[in-house]
């Protein structure tokens, strides 16, 4: 797992940007696009490219991470409408090149099977880009869920739907959705998780620092071949090798600049 130590939400979306353009610009290209906060700064800093460094979508597939389950596709808070809104709708990523679970399929289950063997047919993810929940989930695995899971139904926790509630101004959360399983996530051939603020230091420490336990769904990332985790100050505060991770990177980024 490598650490990288940002000095604002800015650098980290920038950085994630730079291992995803690295990866589009060698040809066709499989995302994985996690919504929410996070990763907003990565997706700003991906338009800015497109609009200004000519950096192209139009072969690239992308594949959300997880959906509501009961909210249709033009639902306002669904998952599909939200990457439209924060990415694919601002550079030129064909919309039938956008996949996500339906959420309004009459069948969760089969549409959860279905969706996880798209991902294996389309070869397979390249860039996993993921954040992190308070309660140490990714997608929507939540803590206990199997390390080997599949796309599949979950119940979101409390904390959850806490958490997310700022986006249902009515209440009205959903309480199942639709997520990659821990075992597809682990399959992208790079994870890239972003974090940033004070509200994620715990969940953070525990992902890096912590047992590989199902308690910390995102602990799974440890067993990650090339997993990088890049960190505003806040999410990094409660990190206890801080010293090793910046000489670390420090060392890396000089490796880099020689070849
Ligand atoms: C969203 C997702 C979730 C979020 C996590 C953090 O597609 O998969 O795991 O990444 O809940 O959410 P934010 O970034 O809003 O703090």
Not at 144 to 165: C, I, P, Q
Not at 234 to 249: G, P
Request: proline share 5%.
């Amino acid at each position: 797992m490598q650490i990288l130590l940002c000095e604002s939400a800015e650098q980290v979306g920038a950085r994630a940007a730079d291992i995803i353009e690295a990866r589009i610009r060698r040809g066709p290209a499989v995302l994985g696009l996690a919504t929410g906060s996070s990763p907003r700064t990565t997706y700003l800093e991906l338009i800015r490219r497109h609009r200004e460094e000519q950096l192209s979508f139009s072969q690239v597939r992308a594949f959300t991470l997880d959906e509501y389950a009961g909210l249709p596709a033009e639902h306002e808070q669904s998952y599909w409408s939200t990457i439209r809104r924060e990415l694919v709708d601002h550079v030129d990523l064909p919309l039938e090149h956008l996949f996500t679970p339906r959420g309004d399929a009459p069948n969760l289950r089969g549409e959860a099977q279905r969706y996880d063997a798209a991902i294996v047919s389309a070869g397979g993810v390249d860039v996993q880009i993921l954040g992190i929940g308070a309660n140490g989930h990714i997608g929507f695995n939540e803590p206990t869920s199997s390390l080997e899971s599949r796309t599949r139904v979950k119940t979101l926790a409390g904390a959850t739907r806490e958490d997310n509630a700022r986006f249902f101004p009515e209440g009205n959360v959903p309480r199942l959705c639709l997520t990659q399983g821990l075992g597809t996530i682990r399959e992208a051939r790079w994870a890239v998780l972003v974090a940033m603020g004070s509200n994620k230091a715990n969940a953070v420490r525990a992902m890096v620092e912590g047992p590989v336990s199902a308690h910390c769904p995102a602990s799974v990332l440890q067993l990650h071949p090339q997993a990088v985790v890049i960190l505003d100050p806040a999410a990094a505060a409660d990190l206890t090798l801080l010293d090793y991770y910046r000489e670390a990177q420090e060392l890396n980024e000089q490796l880099l600049s020689y070849r």
